[in-house]
């Protein structure tokens, strides 16, 4: 069964950083895209960045390009999200998700259960 | 503001049939495969409809998706209370070089 758990969330200042964890098992880690996608309080969901297989090709939404580093550790079977000069706007539940394939393109076909950033002072 | 765009809400009685659209564009919509997902209060999102109108495993026959030019749509029939849910659309953006979500729509099963 496939199952995506997510870690590493909480509360931090404007200007901070954090990093998001999400391990996986039940599936062959380093053959399927891996993305994360997050949720703002009460509105919709917005793509974030997505990662290979490999870890060769990576790719951001705009608002975090230059802020966000999107890793893995395949060994670990492990997503990584480095998030610096978080702002106010940044406050979302973060879900890993997996793509049904080896590339960026493919659909995400299975969800982490989500964890919680907030950016306040 | 969403890239793609769905109604923000819709409605039905048990056993109806409603539809939800997805209104996009020639660099997302109009290039690629839509996906549609399905989230339960407090958890997260469902893959629902994959490849326009193909159905995971486990999914009911009563969820269907088409898509036309720019446009794509989810129909539910047999509405169940169950059904009661946000649902979102999604595809790849060939000019955002990113994936693109419709602001979701809230269904509502009366």
């Known amino acids: 069964e496939v199952h995506l758990l997510g870690s590493g969330g909480g509360l931090v200042q404007p200007g901070g950083s954090l990093r998001l964890s999400c391990t996986a098992s039940?599936?062959?880690?380093?053959?399927?895209?891996v993305s994360w996608v997050r949720q703002a309080p009460g509105k919709g969901l917005e793509w974030v960045s997505a990662?290979?297989?490999?870890?060769?090709?990576?790719y951001y939404a705009d608002f975090v390009k230059g802020r966000f580093t999107i890793s893995r550790e395949n060994s670990k079977n492990t997503l990584f999200l480095q998030m610096n000069s978080l702002r106010a706007d940044d406050t979302a539940v973060y879900y890993c998700?997996?793509?049904?394939?080896?590339?960026?393109?493919?659909?995400?076909?299975?969800w982490g259960q989500g964890t919680l950033v907030t950016v306040s002072s | 503001q969403s890239v793609l765009t769905q109604p923000p809400s819709a409605s039905g009685t048990p056993g109806q049939r409603v539809t939800i659209s997805c209104s996009g564009s020639?660099?997302?919509?109009?290039?690629?495969?839509v996906t549609w997902y399905q989230q339960l209060p407090g958890t997260a999102p469902k893959l629902l409809i994959y490849?326009?109108?193909q159905r995971p495993s486990g999914v009911p026959d009563r969820f269907s998706g088409s898509k036309s030019g720019t446009s794509a749509s989810l129909a539910i029939s047999g509405l169940q209370s169950e059904d009661e849910a946000d649902y979102y659309c999604?595809?790849?953006?060939?000019?955002?070089?990113?994936?693109?979500f419709g602001g979701g729509t809230k269904l509502t099963v009366l």
């Open positions: 998700a997996k793509h049904s394939g080896y590339s960026y393109s493919y659909v995400f076909d299975y």
């Open positions: 990662l290979s297989g490999s870890g060769g090709s990576t």
């Open positions: 020639s660099s997302n919509i109009g290039s690629n495969t």
């Open positions: 039940g599936f062959s880690f380093s053959s399927y895209a």
């Open positions: 490849s326009n109108n």
């Open positions: 999604a595809t790849w953006d060939d000019s955002l070089t990113g994936w693109v």
